[in-house]
């Protein structure tokens, strides 16, 4: 683990990490991610996961938007609107590029409906949201940031160089995005602090979910899945 998972052992963000670090090993070592770190992913399965991944990008942003609504300070109102608009503003910037790189236009974006799982997801990211408090949304959210830190610089001690994928291993494997992650990390803990017995169950229930999901959405753009009818 990479010092984004610098944490006191006593707190919610180690119990949940070590409860599910075998979930966080199987997204690690599966298909797309090897394929990915290696240079070998076809573009096939790349387009799929991105224009999936921008479709989600707009619930996680509604997510975070709710999570900043429900902050009891402004310290967390500003991270998490901050937050949103990275996920809307930055990282959509990042699938432009891709897109580009990788001929996804603007219709072919339009004309491709969310995938099962990416519909899944969304929906448990906006159910969660909107439903439950403010450490159990927190929870739920954490995984997106967190895993992806991991995966990031775990591909990048790995990766064939030049990559094709070499922007996606450089975002998320960056400072910036691990900063910003210990940021998240230390917010959930907080929250988690203050949170009842009943909260905290709830809680390790959408982190472990999360994760879960996670590895899905990889998943499923490596099987290119779609509606079966």
């Not at 500003?78 to 949103?84: G, R």
């Not at 929906?123 to 949201?129: E, H, R």
């Not at 909107?130 to 591909?155: H, K, M, N, Q, T």
């Not at 009842?196 to 169950?201: A, C, Q, R, V, Y």
Request: with cysteine; aromatic share 14%; glycine share 4%.
């Amino acid at each position: 683990m990479s010092d984004a998972t610098s944490f006191n052992a006593s707190t919610f963000s180690a119990h949940a990490w070590g409860r599910n670090l075998p979930i966080y090993e199987a997204i690690r070592t599966m298909p797309f991610n090897n394929a990915l770190a290696d240079g070998t992913l076809p573009q096939a399965q790349f387009r799929h996961y991105m224009i999936q991944d921008a479709h989600y990008l707009i619930a996680f942003g509604r997510g975070l938007a709710i999570a900043a609504a429900k902050a009891g300070d402004p310290d967390g109102l500003v991270q998490f609107a901050e937050a949103a608009k990275v996920a809307v503003v930055v990282e959509r910037s990042l699938h432009a590029d891709f897109f580009e790189q990788f001929g996804i236009d603007a219709d072919d974006f339009a004309a491709t409906d969310m995938s099962p799982v990416c519909h899944h997801y969304a929906s448990f990211l906006i159910g969660t949201a909107y439903a439950e408090s403010y450490p159990v949304v927190l929870a739920a959210l954490l995984p997106c940031f967190w895993i992806y830190a991991e995966i990031g610089r775990d591909i990048l001690g790995r990766a064939a160089r030049p990559n094709p994928y070499d922007a996606w291993i450089d975002t998320y494997a960056g400072e910036e995005f691990h900063e910003a992650v210990r940021a998240v990390i230390a917010t959930t803990d907080r929250a988690a602090a203050a949170a009842s017995p009943e909260e905290l169950k709830r809680m390790h229930a959408a982190y472990k979910r999360a994760c879960q999901l996670e590895w899905m959405f990889w998943d499923s753009a490596w099987r290119l899945a779609d509606w079966p009818v």
